[in-house]
Structures are given as structure tokens and as C-alpha cells.
């Protein structure tokens, strides 16, 4: 591989620094067909505290789901149950679960806060040095945002006393040979402005085999044996220097951690549909992720980046086979991480959540429509999970996560079901939720009469409420306390965030529900995308794009608004009907850049909005730095 790159007088030389000395360490892959021996002073145990907030978590959700099925049976029963009445109560009990799973994480959440129970720390004298690679997997990104990144977070490391060693290596797959120029040019300037002390590093493979998951092994096998961790990051990751040396430091003291997760607050967002996902994650995210960090313990999970791995467990434990896809065919497992983190408990290590680590940052797709083509590969990567839920050997717990990532796609369609049947149900303002409009039809059964005051309306309230409640509470709490408003704006310009929020979300829930629908229907039969670089930076899609992406939400919009004028579908589906046949205007407007002139609560403005972080400041210096050096073709002499 060509590593060289132009001088400050545009001469071809060799970049500054390629790689250091092989060190290799082995990999092995796993077999998913048997149980890993546990290495000794490793366990897969786990305490009663952790069983009660278990308990906690899944008791309350599972009689809630119980109860109300049982309550939908004893009226649907009443007249005796067709095939369509079973697959209507399964659709409501399987959809209904999970809601409250969400009520149930946040219940958690707040029962753990309220328990105030105190963090297990250990005194920085127990602290031992650790070599620490900081690894950046790219591919066809924008090298001026990704080295100004490297070099804000590599500062902000000089300023941390740390007793760890830290070197930087970014390791492209990148295909487009404009990009990579401009990659090795970036290093090259990267390698003069990095502070002393710090290695920075960079390789371009010569063939992208298995993607991220094969450019990570190529460095694990080829140099991780001279690091006892490695702390991933995407190519729009940043975190502050305290965050990855607390990460070490956790780590370091933890002989039973494999790896680490952090929680990566959304930033740099700049567009409507940027700006909902922001405000979501920072004001209400926080809750879920207390109550998934309180309840998960030991078995918690990995997102593929903003997180520290012990190098040497990951290589023992976490290599990942191909798997055998549809016609016989090798296929690559492509939502790894999920997976990594199971391998990882299987093999005894601990996976650690702490969400209270902040300074951990990554970006949102500023668009609905890249939003929804990240979502496809993502779907087509969490559905093959549902086949590693037989892998010997894995926690309990692991296979929830695995499971649960692929279910978050499958609701969709679950939701499409309950609305076609919705559709078919009552006519007007005296039809209740499961009285079907054709009475002669002995396929279609009807509503008890006893139940004839339960309609359209109280469903539809019962169901957004439950969906809302993690939400409302999370907003409830922050609107009690003066200074959590005050980092919002103030409390009348977080309530009105707040409600642009809700509405927005509504608004795109349904467009949203269509698109992951597709998804599904593309994995379950083999439509598989190409390889692209995820859309860091929001541009406007042109008329022509938006309606054909979007023709399948506008087409069963406008067919559920004429079954509406006919009056042959219940009136409490206006708001859901008025989604799909605004998908394209609502599209457009998610790609329009929030106006600094709107007031605060009509920008949702949140915490790292009014008062962006130091290092988030410092990396959009050194990316603007970075961007007119490589725009200019010059680098500075060493």
C-alpha cells in the first residue's frame, strides 16, 4: 500500500508514520455449536441484587401484558374465537409487551435513583497502567472530519494526568482512491500537531475483507498483542480525554471486565429531524440507559463503538465465524457487536454499562431518509440475530439483547398488522376497536355488547400513552428541578421543546413504521444493499428522490383517507392517515436547518445545544483547520 503524501511544496514524500512493529496476537473463532471453557476467577453468576432488579424489570411487564391479554380474550371468547381473533390477540399481546418493557426500564431507573445506591470505586492508587489503542475504523468518511476529531480528543488527553499510555490508529477500508490521498494527507498533518507523547498511526488496507469486523481483526492479529486495551470509536465518534482515561482507569481496576460500554450523547445537530433525535437522547435517554445499567449489571451490551475492550479477552472469546445464509452461501455477520458482547459473557468476562460517564459524544443522521438507510442495514443485521439465539453457551441476558434488537424491527410490522385490522374496524363514533364492519361475515365476529363504551379513542389513548410514558416521565423530572431546566433555556422553553418533540415524533412514528416494514420484507428475502459510507452531513433531497422513496407510505396514505371520506375507517386514525400523505412534505422538512432566529423551545434546544462542550468546540476548530489545509493542498513542514 502506498502510504506517501505531498510535502507543504506539493512533492510526493512518505508519510511521517505508517505502523510500528508487528505484534501479533491470535484470534480465534468461535464455535457457536459448544460451550467455551471459563477461564479461572471468570464467572457467569450472578448476585440477588441483580436478580431483584431483574425482577423488577420484566415481573411488572409481563402481568401487565398478562392482564390485558386475558381481558381481550374473555371478550373476544364471548361468541366463540376465530383464527383471526387469535392472530389479532397475539399481534396486541406481542406489541403490548414490549411497550411496557420500555415503562418498566424507566420504573428501574427511577427505583435506582431513589435507592441511591452508591457506585463501587476504588482508590486511583489501585490504578494500573494500561497501553490503550484508540482505534478509528473508517471508510469513505470525510478525512478532514475524522482527523480533527483524532486531533481534539488526542489534546484533550494531554491535559488529563493519566497513568495510561495512549496511541491513535486509524484504519481505513476506504475504496475511493480521492479519499485516501486526502486520508494519508490528513495523518501526515495529524502526525506533526499531535501532542508529544502520543503514537498516531494509520493503514489502508489492501482488501476491505469482512468490513469493519475484518479491519479490526487485521489489527488485532497483526498488532494487538502490545496493547492491553483498545478503545473503539466510529469515524464521527468524540469523547473527552477524562472519559476515555476514566474508561481505563474502570477498566484497569476491573480484572472481570471485558469491556466497557459508555452512553455517546447525540451532537451536531443541525437539521429538524437531527435536532428531534438530539433532544430525545439527551432528555429523556439518560433514563432508559440508568435503567438498562441498573438491571443489566454484568450482562450489558456493546454498540460497536464509544466503548473499551481488553484486548486479549476480546481476541480469546469474541471471533465471529461467518454464518450460512440463503442458498448456502458464507454470510458475514454483520450487526457484530451485539454479538461480541454475548461471546464475551459466554467466555465468563464482564460487559459493563455506565451511562454516568459523560463526555462520550457521536453524530445522527441529519435526515429522515439516511436515518431510514441506516435503519436498513441495520435491520438486515439485527434479524440475524434470531439466528444466533441457539448459540451454546450464551447468557440468558445475552440472548435477550440479541433478541430484543431483532424484535425492535419486527414490531413494525407487528404495528402495520394492528392498523390494516384497525382499518377494517369501527365506522364512526359508536363502532368500538374490534367490532369488524362486515356483521354477516361469520369470519368476522362481534365486539361483546357490554364493552360497546370502550372505543377507538380510549385504545388510541391507552396505546400513545404507554409509548409516551418513558418520555413524559423523563420530561417530568427535568421540569421539576429549576436547574435542570435552566441548562434547557428555562422551564417554558423546555416544556415547549418538549412538545415539538412529541408532535414531531407522531408525526414521523407512522412514515418511520413503513420504512422499517421494508426493511424487514428487504432481509427476509435476500435483498442485500451495497457497502456505502453512512450520510454524515444532511443535504436536502431533490422533489424527484423524495417521492420515490417515500411512494409507499403517500400511496397507502391517500387509500386510508379515501376509506375515511367513504367512511369506512374510524375517524381516530386521522392522525396516523395525515402522516403517510404528508411523508414527502414531512421528509423535506426533516432535511431544513433549524433558523438561529427560532426561539429556544421551537429549536429543542438542550444542554450541548446552548452551551456546546470544550471538546465538541475544540474538534469543530480542528476539523475547519483540517478542511482548509486539505482544500489548499498544503501541510505544514515538520
Given at each position: 500500500m502506498d502510504h506517501r503524501v505531498k510535502d507543504c511544496f506539493g512533492h510526493i514524500g512518505t508519510a511521517p508514520s505508517t505502523m510500528p512493529v508487528r505484534a501479533p496476537l491470535s484470534m480465534r473463532i468461535q464455535d457457536l455449536t459448544a460451550c467455551p471453557g471459563i477461564p479461572a476467577g471468570q464467572s457467569n453468576k450472578n448476585s440477588s441484587k441483580t436478580f431483584k432488579w431483574r425482577m423488577a424489570l420484566f415481573l411488572p411487564a409481563l402481568v401487565a401484558t398478562g392482564l390485558l391479554v386475558m381481558a381481550m380474550y374473555t371478550w373476544l371468547s364471548e361468541a366463540g374465537m376465530t383464527g383471526l381473533e387469535w392472530v389479532l390477540l397475539t399481534m396486541i399481546g406481542v406489541t403490548f409487551i414490549w411497550v411496557t418493557l420500555s415503562v418498566s426500564t424507566v420504573g428501574v431507573a427511577i427505583a435506582g435513583l431513589l435507592a441511591r445506591e452508591k457506585a463501587q470505586t476504588r482508590p486511583r492508587s489501585d490504578v494500573l497502567p494500561l497501553d490503550v489503542a484508540l482505534l478509528v475504523p473508517i471508510y469513505n468518511e470525510v478525512p478532514s472530519d475524522v482527523f480533527g476529531n483524532a486531533s481534539a480528543m488526542l489534546d484533550d488527553l494531554e491535559r488529563q494526568n493519566s497513568l495510561h499510555r495512549y496511541t491513535l490508529f486509524v484504519l481505513s477500508d476506504t475504496r475511493d482512491e480521492a479519499i485516501a490521498e486526502e486520508e494519508q494527507r490528513a495523518f501526515a498533518a495529524l502526525t506533526v500537531s499531535a501532542p508529544d507523547g502520543f503514537a498516531v498511526y494509520y493503514r489502508r488496507r489492501e482488501n476491505n475483507l469482512d468490513k469493519k469486523v475484518g479491519n479490526l481483526v487485521d489489527w488485532i492479529t497483526?498488532?494487538?498483542?502490545?496493547?492491553?486495551?483498545?478503545?473503539?470509536?466510529?469515524?464521527?465518534?468524540?469523547?473527552?480525554?477524562?472519559?476515555?482515561?476514566?474508561?481505563?482507569?474502570?477498566?484497569?481496576?476491573?480484572?472481570?471486565?471485558?469491556?466497557?460500554?459508555?452512553?455517546?450523547?447525540?451532537?451536531g445537530a443541525e437539521t429538524v429531524f437531527a435536532r428531534l433525535q438530539q433532544f430525545s437522547n439527551i432528555a429523556y435517554g439518560w433514563l432508559l440507559?440508568?435503567?438498562?445499567?441498573?438491571w443489566a449489571r454484568s450482562e450489558g451490551n456493546y454498540w460497536g463503538h464509544n466503548a473499551i475492550i481488553r484486548t486479549k479477552a476480546f481476541a480469546a472469546s469474541a471471533g465471529l465465524p461467518h454464518l450460512q445464509g440463503r442458498k448456502g452461501k458464507s454470510e458475514l455477520i454483520l450487526s457484530h457487536d451485539f454479538v461480541e458482547a454475548g461471546l464475551l459473557r459466554r467466555a465468563g468476562w464482564c460487559v459493563r454499562f455506565l451511562p454516568r460517564v459523560t463526555g462520550s459524544f457521536e453524530e445522527t443522521p441529519g435526515t429522515l431518509i439516511d436515518y431510514a438507510l441506516r435503519d436498513q442495514r441495520w435491520c438486515r443485521g439485527n434479524l440475524q440475530h434470531l439466528k444466533l439465539l441457539k448459540t451454546a453457551g450464551l447468557h440468558p441476558v445475552s440472548r435477550y439483547h440479541l433478541f430484543h434488537g431483532a424484535v425492535s424491527y419486527l414490531l413494525s410490522p407487528a404495528w402495520f398488522f394492528l392498523l390494516v385490522v384497525w382499518a377494517l374496524l369501527g365506522v364512526d363514533s359508536e363502532t368500538n376497536v374490534v367490532r369488524y364492519f362486515n356483521e354477516a361475515n361469520p369470519l368476522f365476529p362481534d365486539w361483546p355488547p357490554e364493552m360497546s363504551h370502550i372505543d377507538s379513542a380510549v385504545f388510541l389513548i391507552i396505546m400513545y400513552a404507554m409509548l409516551l410514558a418513558p418520555k413524559m416521565v423523563g420530561a417530568g423530572i427535568i421540569a421539576l428541578h429549576p436547574k435542570a431546566t435552566k441548562a434547557y433555556g428555562g422551564r417554558a422553553s423546555f416544556l415547549t421543546a418538549f412538545a415539538v418533540e412529541i408532535i414531531l415524533s407522531i408525526a414521523y412514528a407512522p412514515i418511520m413504521m413503513i420504512q422499517q416494514t421494508r426493511a424487514?420484507?428487504?432481509?427476509?428475502?435476500?435483498?442485500?444493499?451495497?457497502?456505502?459510507?453512512?450520510?454524515?452531513?444532511?443535504?436536502?433531497?431533490?422533489?424527484?428522490?423524495?417521492?420515490?422513496?417515500?411512494?409507499?407510505?403517500?400511496?397507502?396514505?391517500?387509500?386510508?383517507?379515501?376509506?375515511?371520506?367513504?367512511?369506512?375507517?374510524?375517524?381516530?386514525?386521522?392522525?396516523?392517515?395525515?402522516?403517510?400523505?404528508l411523508a414527502v412534505p414531512l421528509s423535506a422538512l426533516s432535511a431544513v436547518p433549524l433558523p438561529s432566529s427560532l426561539p429556544n423551545g421551537l429549536k429543542m434546544q438542550s444542554?450541548?445545544?446552548?452551551r456546546e462542550p470544550a471538546i465538541v468546540r475544540r474538534a469543530r476548530l480542528e476539523r475547519s483547520r483540517l478542511r482548509t489545509l486539505l482544500n489548499s493542498a498544503q501541510l505544514p513542514a515538520e
Open positions: 497483526g498488532w494487538g498483542a502490545a496493547y492491553g486495551a483498545m478503545l473503539v470509536l466510529d469515524a464521527d465518534s468524540l469523547m473527552t480525554g477524562r472519559a476515555i482515561d476514566r474508561l481505563a482507569d474502570e477498566l484497569s481496576v476491573d480484572p472481570h471486565a471485558g469491556l466497557i460500554q459508555t452512553f455517546p450523547m447525540l451532537i440507559a440508568e435503567g438498562l445499567a441498573k424487514v420484507l428487504r432481509a427476509v428475502f435476500g435483498k442485500s444493499d451495497a457497502w456505502v459510507a453512512q450520510a454524515r452531513s444532511a443535504q436536502a433531497y431533490p422533489i424527484g428522490t423524495l417521492m420515490r422513496f417515500h411512494w409507499v407510505e403517500t400511496a397507502l396514505g391517500f387509500l386510508l383517507l379515501v376509506g375515511l371520506g367513504a367512511g369506512l375507517v374510524s375517524l381516530w386514525l386521522i392522525p396516523i392517515v395525515a402522516s403517510l400523505c444542554p450541548n445545544t446552548i
